[in-house]
Protein backbone atom coordinates (compact mmCIF):
# COMPACT_ATOMS: atom_id res chain seq x y z
CA UNK A 1 0.00 0.00 0.00
CA UNK A 2 1.31 3.52 -1.19
CA UNK A 3 0.07 6.44 0.89
CA UNK A 4 -0.03 10.08 -0.25
CA UNK A 5 -0.98 12.65 2.22
CA UNK A 6 -2.01 15.97 0.82
CA UNK A 7 -3.95 19.32 1.38
CA UNK A 8 -1.74 21.36 3.94
CA UNK A 9 -0.78 24.71 3.27
CA UNK A 10 -0.61 28.16 4.87
CA UNK A 11 -3.81 29.10 7.15
CA UNK A 12 -4.95 31.76 9.32
CA UNK A 13 -5.54 30.83 13.40
CA UNK A 14 -8.54 30.32 13.49
CA UNK A 15 -9.31 28.62 9.87
CA UNK A 16 -9.79 24.86 8.57
CA UNK A 17 -8.07 22.56 6.01
CA UNK A 18 -9.17 19.30 5.20
CA UNK A 19 -6.36 16.73 4.94
CA UNK A 20 -6.48 13.78 2.43
CA UNK A 21 -4.73 10.66 2.27
CA UNK A 22 -4.72 8.51 -0.80
CA UNK A 23 -3.85 4.68 -0.62
CA UNK A 24 -2.75 2.93 -3.40
CA UNK A 25 -2.03 -0.50 -4.50
CA UNK A 26 -4.88 -2.13 -2.62
CA UNK A 27 -8.10 -1.61 -0.87
CA UNK A 28 -7.07 -0.93 2.54
CA UNK A 29 -10.85 -0.39 3.93
CA UNK A 30 -10.01 -3.20 6.67
CA UNK A 31 -6.75 -0.87 7.21
CA UNK A 32 -6.63 1.15 10.37
CA UNK A 33 -5.18 4.71 9.54
CA UNK A 34 -3.92 7.20 11.80
CA UNK A 35 -2.41 10.93 11.74
CA UNK A 36 -0.04 12.02 13.50
CA UNK A 37 2.31 15.07 12.74
CA UNK A 38 5.61 16.83 13.57
CA UNK A 39 6.75 20.09 14.29
CA UNK A 40 9.88 21.49 13.78
CA UNK A 41 12.43 20.10 16.48
CA UNK A 42 9.62 18.04 18.10
CA UNK A 43 8.81 14.51 18.14
CA UNK A 44 6.42 13.03 15.92
CA UNK A 45 2.69 12.69 17.96
CA UNK A 46 0.15 11.19 17.76
CA UNK A 47 -3.38 13.07 16.41
CA UNK A 48 -6.08 10.77 15.23
CA UNK A 49 -7.12 7.64 14.25
CA UNK A 50 -9.92 6.14 12.55
CA UNK A 51 -10.95 2.55 12.16
CA UNK A 52 -10.97 0.31 8.90
CA UNK A 53 -14.77 0.13 8.31
CA UNK A 54 -14.88 4.18 10.05
CA UNK A 55 -16.99 3.58 12.65
CA UNK A 56 -14.30 4.02 15.37
CA UNK A 57 -12.07 7.14 16.22
CA UNK A 58 -9.85 8.10 18.60
CA UNK A 59 -7.96 11.71 18.98
CA UNK A 60 -5.26 13.45 21.00
CA UNK A 61 -7.02 15.51 23.39
CA UNK A 62 -5.37 18.70 22.09
CA UNK A 63 -7.87 18.60 19.31
CA UNK A 64 -10.72 16.93 20.09
CA UNK A 65 -14.12 19.39 19.07
CA UNK A 66 -11.74 20.70 16.57
CA UNK A 67 -10.64 17.45 14.24
CA UNK A 68 -12.31 15.03 12.47
CA UNK A 69 -11.19 12.36 11.00
CA UNK A 70 -13.90 10.27 8.53
CA UNK A 71 -13.19 7.86 5.62
CA UNK A 72 -14.13 6.93 2.20
CA UNK A 73 -13.16 3.37 1.28
CA UNK A 74 -14.36 3.26 -2.01
CA UNK A 75 -12.32 6.05 -2.70
CA UNK A 76 -9.54 4.45 -0.85
CA UNK A 77 -9.26 7.75 0.65
CA UNK A 78 -9.11 8.72 4.49
CA UNK A 79 -9.30 12.32 5.59
CA UNK A 80 -8.62 14.66 8.37
CA UNK A 81 -11.14 17.88 8.58
CA UNK A 82 -9.15 20.46 10.75
CA UNK A 83 -11.32 23.64 12.26
CA UNK A 84 -10.48 25.78 14.46
CA UNK A 85 -6.79 25.82 14.05
CA UNK A 86 -4.39 26.92 15.93
CA UNK A 87 -0.45 28.27 15.73
CA UNK A 88 0.74 25.19 17.64
CA UNK A 89 -1.01 23.15 15.38
CA UNK A 90 1.51 23.98 12.48
CA UNK A 91 3.45 20.74 11.66
CA UNK A 92 4.09 18.94 8.80
CA UNK A 93 1.13 15.69 9.31
CA UNK A 94 1.61 12.39 8.45
CA UNK A 95 -1.21 9.99 7.70
CA UNK A 96 -0.42 6.27 8.42
CA UNK A 97 -1.94 2.50 7.56
CA UNK A 98 -2.13 -0.31 10.06
CA UNK A 99 -2.99 -3.53 8.23
CA UNK A 100 -3.43 -5.19 11.62
CA UNK A 101 -6.76 -2.95 11.39
CA UNK A 102 -6.58 -1.64 15.13
CA UNK A 103 -6.35 2.04 16.07
CA UNK A 104 -3.16 2.83 18.23
CA UNK A 105 -1.77 5.89 19.11
CA UNK A 106 1.93 5.25 18.67
CA UNK A 107 3.63 5.19 15.59
CA UNK A 108 5.32 1.73 16.16
CA UNK A 109 2.05 -0.67 14.74
CA UNK A 110 1.31 1.38 11.11
CA UNK A 111 2.75 -0.88 8.46
CA UNK A 112 2.70 2.38 5.77
CA UNK A 113 3.47 5.88 5.63
CA UNK A 114 2.60 9.03 3.48
CA UNK A 115 5.21 11.14 3.02
CA UNK A 116 3.66 14.37 5.07
CA UNK A 117 1.94 17.42 3.97
CA UNK A 118 2.85 21.07 5.50
CA UNK A 119 0.20 23.02 7.78
CA UNK A 120 1.08 26.60 9.09
CA UNK A 121 -0.96 28.29 10.68
CA UNK A 122 -0.35 32.04 11.64
CA UNK A 123 -1.58 33.93 14.36
Known amino acids: VQLQAFGGGLVQAGGFLRLSCAASGRPFGNYATGWFRQATGKEREFVAAISGNGYTTYYADFVKGRFTAFRNNAKNTVYLQMNSLKPEDTAVYYC?????????????????WGQGTKVTVSS
Open 96 to 112: AADRQGDIATTTAPYDY
